[in-house]
Structures are given as structure tokens and as C-alpha cells.
């Protein structure tokens, strides 16, 4: 049975359409919200895709609303999709307690442990089910997806893209948390969505798939990241990617930016000419 999608609100933006939808998600076990831009029509064409991963404390709203980024998805004829940062309202004890754990804050796992695991399924909920009801309510073309993500969502775009080649054709990630099973924020979520066993959070670890994957894949891959950024040193790591010699990356350094949207709107039309033009040359060949 088709999925129901409930329409929470639509805009009018630069020809196109901001929409944000819930859905009961059967990954989840729980409903989940995103946003959706689309491009101004073209005929019968079905767009490429970008999906946004956001960080933490973040909602499917907040890339929507800071980011900017609607004004060059239309001029690329980009959908855009922006998912939940995870669950919410779940029951799970303690969901709401911190702002870098649980509520908000899903890192783009599949939860193994109980008692996430019942309902923190964000992997399969963005990489699967997102993307199948994407492409059967709008537009979309299937084989030009592209991922991106902030923070714990460039993680999210990091590891998504990694670990499924055959369905993203470019990556790209603002600030991510490049290690994230030796970071704080990653430790903390990893140990309670995958339990205490580390070999286990290598399988989520960007640094440790680009380094599995060096030489076995070829997708593209856009990081950027400020020099002035609070989190750099202490959960970023973003420096530990220089060492790599990986010729799928591309790593630029901004002297002056912070870890905010204000970084992101700077960059994000770059990001988005990076997608459009990866996955406009898949359509073609
Ligand atoms: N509340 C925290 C800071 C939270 C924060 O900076 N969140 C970032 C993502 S951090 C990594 O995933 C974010 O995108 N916030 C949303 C925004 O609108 O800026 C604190 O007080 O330090």
C-alpha cells in the first residue's frame, strides 16, 4: 500500500514549491516530517535530487529556512529533500534530555540496541524509504541522486554516499564529524544506538570507509570547512582528511567561518552547481 503523505505547509519560492510533509515510516516505526523543494516545472522532466542531512538539533525546517539554497536548485532544476534529524516522541526514555543525543540528534544509524532500536532506523529511513516515496509522489529522477549534509549530517552524507555507491552519484558535507567513533558527540551516540563493541562503529565511521573504499570507488566527494569553527579540533577532525592522498576528494579550508548556516549559505550554491553537474552528466551517459 502507498504510503499516505499529510502536507503540513507549501510556498511559493523562486518558481518552485517549498512543501513539508509527516509520514508514517515503516523504518521508524514512528512518523517522520521532511521538506521538498521543486524546481520550476519543466514539462514531463523528472529532476535530480539532492537529500540534505542536518545536524544536530536541527529539524527537516531548519536547512529550508537558513540554507539559501532554493534560488540555485531552481536555476539547476534540483529537488531538494531535507529529512527529520531523527524520531521524535518515540516513548523511549530519556529522548529529550540532551540536545546531542536522542531527539534531533539520530546520526544516520541503524540503531542496534535496545532500546533505540526500535525506532532510531535512520539509515535505512533516508537511504530506502525515503527515497522510494520520493520517487513515487514527485518528479524525481532515481538514478541522479546526490547527498549532502552539515555536521552530524555531513557524517550522514559521508557515510550514506560511502556505503551506497550505486545509489548517490556525488557527496558532498559542510563540517562534518569525519571520525565520528573517536569524537564526543559520535562516542556517545554510537556506544547507545550500536552498543559498546567499536568494530561495529567502523561500519559509520566516514574516515575509516574512505580509507576501506580508497581505490574501489569513484564518487565524487565536495568538503568544506572553516578554519574558525569551534568544533573543529575537539569533534570535527577534519584535518585527519589530509592525510588521505584521495583523488575522489575535493577538501577546501575557509579562513574566517564558524560551524553556523551562515557558513552554509555562503557555500551551498557551489555545493548544488557540484551535484547538478555530476548528476546531470549521469543522465546524459
Ligand atoms: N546547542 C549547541 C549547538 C548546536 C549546533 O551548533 N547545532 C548545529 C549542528 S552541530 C552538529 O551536528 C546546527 O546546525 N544548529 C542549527 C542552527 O540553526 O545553527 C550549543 O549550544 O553548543
Redesign the pocket.
Known sequence: MATALELLEAHACFGGLVQRYQHYAESCHAPMRFSIFLPPPGGDQRHPVVYFL?????TEE?FMI?AGAQRYAAELGLILVAPDTSPRQTGISGEDDD?DFGSGAGFYVDATAAPWSAHYQMHRYVTEELPALIHRHFPASPRQQGICG????GHGALVCGLLHPDRYRSISAFAP?CAPSRSPWGQKAFAAYLGSDQRRWQGYDALALLQETAGTSSTPILIDQGRADP?LEGELKTRWLEGLKDDRLILRWHEGYD???FFIASFIGEHLAFHARHLHARSAA
Open positions: 542536518a545536524g544536530l538539533t536541527c531548519t537558513k540536545w552539515h555536521s552530524m549530517g564529524v568544533f560551524h553556523s548556516y
